[in-house]
């Protein structure tokens, strides 16, 4: 038996730090929306013990360095069924190091399969709680759709999806450490904090306008000057009609929200002119 699974990209629509944890982690409040841009995750047993990571991106780690193995080790490791060789390939499409979990992703997919292929009865939150041990953003992966995240990213409360709308996502050419991002966080120095509870709200009541107002990330406070075609890609954004534009998780991708379809394209058009990796996506 073997399996596929989409492994779905993530925005945030808001991201907030509220303090820096004893265990070196943040605590952090965001909304997450998954996107219909997605990797394609591919599983089947092999007869030789241990794991096999084979991706259309000869860069990425081919071991346990490859969070897609990692997942696959935890899940045996922790639901105590005996482990079984595997060959993993993932088919990327989700720009790497972007901030959009992409590699949260494909392990959370891997559970996903795991579960389907060995453990049926398996809940989802165990699911979510062995992703937990995988990564911060694994959790909101496994589940998918619109989150409020907080504590490390684990604690997680559904929201309703944005309503129907256009992101068009484009990622520079360069990639954000995120610990190096985080170690530039005093959370007593940033400006200003996202309305969270307001666009919870505003995706209760499927406002679309409400959520764009709310649209802020607080990494954005703390970029380095280098990183400034992040602020050129949002102004682009905003000039071509966007809603509203913001960074997603860590950087470097910035998404814009559109209302409608034809100024999307064209901000599309305009943004690929410019950039590598740029894509009209839709919410899930
Ligand atoms: O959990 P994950 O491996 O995805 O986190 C990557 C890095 O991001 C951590 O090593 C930490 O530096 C930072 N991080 C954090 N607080 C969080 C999530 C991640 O400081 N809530």
């Not at 925005?11 to 982690?25: T, W």
Request: glycine fraction near 8%.
């Amino acid at each position: 038996m073997s399996g596929v699974e989409y492994a779905y990209a993530k925005l945030n629509l808001a991201l907030d730090i509220l303090r820096k944890r004893e265990d070196g982690y943040h605590d952090l409040r965001m909304v997450m929306q998954s996107i219909d841009l997605a990797d394609e995750v591919s599983i089947s047993p092999r007869s030789e013990p241990g794991m096999t990571v084979s991706t259309d991106l000869p860069y990425l780690p081919k071991d346990e360095g490859n969070i897609a193995a990692k997942a696959a080790s935890r899940f045996f490791a922790v639901s105590g069924l005996p482990p079984v060789g595997l060959s993993i390939d993932i088919k990327k499409r989700i720009p790497v190091c972007a901030g959009m979990a992409g590699g949260s992703s494909d392990g959370a997919a891997v559970l996903r399969v795991l579960r389907r292929m060995y453990a049926p009865d398996m809940p989802e939150e165990r699911l979510a709680e062995i992703g937990a041990l995988v990564g911060s953003d694994v959790p909101f992966c496994v589940h998918g759709g619109a989150m409020l995240a907080e504590g490390r990213g684990e604690c997680l409360s559904p929201l309703p999806s944005l309503p129907p709308c256009w992101l068009v996502v484009c990622k520079p050419a360069y990639s954000v450490s995120t610990p190096e991002l985080f170690s530039k966080v005093q959370v007593k120095k940033l400006r200003c904090h996202p309305d969270i509870p307001g666009m919870a709200a505003a995706l209760e009541q499927g406002d679309l306008e409400g959520v764009a107002r709310r649209l802020y990330n607080v990494f954005e406070d703390v970029l380095p000057r280098k990183y400034h075609q992040i602020f050129e890609i949002k102004s682009t954004l905003l000039g071509l009609g966007a809603m509203a534009a913001s960074m997603t998780g860590s950087g470097p991708t910035v998404f814009g929200l559109f209302r409608d379809h034809s100024p999307a394209v064209q901000a599309v058009e305009v943004l690929t002119a410019q950039y590598p990796s740029v894509y009209l996506c839709r919410p899930l």
